[in-house]
């Protein structure tokens, strides 16, 4: 009889689902035949720039130095004096508005800075880019990722030999699934940590927001192909312990709205009395001048539709970045409504994510086959979780191949 195949110790499976958030995920039937544990997690106020590097590192946004793409900045700032940037600039609106033309630019812009960071110029007119810096100029996943020069989690791993598996996060989830199966099938490897990012999910919920035949499609879609990774490293392991999470839910558009025409109405020099990043769901204030922020501060307070945000508030979310790099005001859209135009987009879109965390649509979720001792209640928890099963990896023997 042919020699029956040993088995490997354990493989920790962390998959990452993007905006799967959980007033999604409790409505929805999904492994419930393996996963013994779903919950509601608390997400990090901004966007995934904010709560991806929170993941990674365990720390909130003021510890690790990243919340938005976009910081002021006109005496660092990389976009100023590129011959490149100056000629867009000459390219009418109705031209270098366009999508397709603001791809091809940022991959040129991108490439000439030499980032290997998330990089998108996304609506920021390029008149404009030489007043900022942009924040995510290196790969997260990377050593050195982090802006506070942080350790990740990947860090953790490679600094304790452990031979684990990272998903490509520009590669699609299709390539990401089959490379992943490889590893887990390779009798050569011993991988018994791998993190999964699963990045399509986010891009459907914003075009077709929560309650669409889509999202319940690409919720099979995920089952099954989970479905498949369970089985083939069952074939190949005594134990599979599996975590799935998110960073963060989705928001339903109800309402669009244009602050900047409130801003605008105040009569203030943008570069010279004041500077904004106009995001998706919230406006970021810089104060130039004596009394830019008095006048701009009376014309929100006019505005029902959002809320500033105190300080003792960003304190609790864990923005209050001692710098103030990312704003000195930040003004906060109340869920739901849209700022359009914003230099994200001219347009709007059916759902969207970064209003207040404490709002139900904003949480994340956090799902697993194994009962914890402890589990995790916020996004930074997560580091925990992943540290302490790579440290049960270090526990086990090592595998002679």
């Not at 091809?104 to 991108?110: E, L, T």
């Not at 590669?171 to 992943?180: D, I, P, S």
């Not at 993190?195 to 099954?224: C, F, N, P």
Request: glycine share 6%; net charge negative; hydrophobic share 35%.
């Amino acid at each position: 009889m042919p020699k029956e195949k040993k088995k490997k110790n354990s493989l920790s499976l962390c998959i990452f689902i993007d905006a799967l958030g959980w007033e999604i995920l409790k409505n929805h039937s999904f492994l419930d035949d393996e996963l013994v544990h779903k919950q509601s997690l608390q997400t990090i106020f901004g966007y995934s720039a904010t709560c991806d590097p929170t993941i990674l590192t365990g720390l909130l946004p003021r510890s690790h130095g990243h919340f938005s793409f976009y910081a002021y900045d006109p005496v660092g700032s990389p976009f100023k004096g590129s011959p490149f940037i100056q000629m867009m600039r000459l390219v009418p609106k109705a031209l270098s508005s366009r999508n397709r033309v603001r791809s091809v630019a940022g991959k040129i812009i991108r490439r000439r800075l030499q980032y290997t960071g998330y990089f998108n110029i996304y609506n920021m007119p390029f008149r404009m880019l030489h007043y900022f810096d942009y924040t995510e100029k290196k790969d997260l996943y990377q050593k050195g990722g982090i802006n506070s020069g942080s350790p990740t989690i990947m860090d953790y791993a490679r600094d304790n030999n452990i031979d684990f598996f990272l998903a490509d996060w520009k590669a699609c989830e299709m390539e990401n699934l089959e490379n992943l199966s490889s590893v887990i099938k390779d009798e050569a490897r011993n991988c018994s940590f791998a993190y999964l990012y699963m990045a399509s999910m986010d891009a459907i919920l914003h075009q077709y927001g929560k309650d669409h035949t889509e999202v319940d499609r690409k919720i099979d879609w995920y089952e099954g192909k989970i479905r498949t990774l369970l089985a083939d490293a069952r074939s190949n392991y005594e134990e599979v312990r599996l975590f799935i999470f998110s960073d963060h839910g989705m928001t339903d558009v109800h309402t669009d709205f244009d602050l900047r025409q409130v801003i605008d109405r105040i009569g203030l020099q943008f570069g010279k009395d004041y500077a904004v990043v106009y995001d998706s769901t919230m406006a970021r204030f810089w104060f130039l001048t004596e009394g830019a922020e008095q006048k701009i501060r009376d014309a929100l307070q006019t505005v029902s539709q959002g809320t500033i945000l105190t300080d003792s508030v960003l304190h609790e979310w864990g923005v209050d970045f001692p710098d103030k790099r990312y704003g000195d005001l930040f003004f906060l859209m109340n869920a739901g409504v849209l700022i359009v135009p914003s230099h994200m987009g001219e347009r709007t879109i059916a759902g969207m994510h970064g209003y207040s965390p404490e709002d139900a649509d904003s949480t994340a979720s956090f799902s697993s086959n194994v009962e914890l001792a402890t589990n995790p209640v916020r996004l930074d928890d997560l580091y925990r979780l992943m540290k302490q099963e790579i440290d049960r990896c270090l526990e086990q023997p090592r595998r002679e191949t």
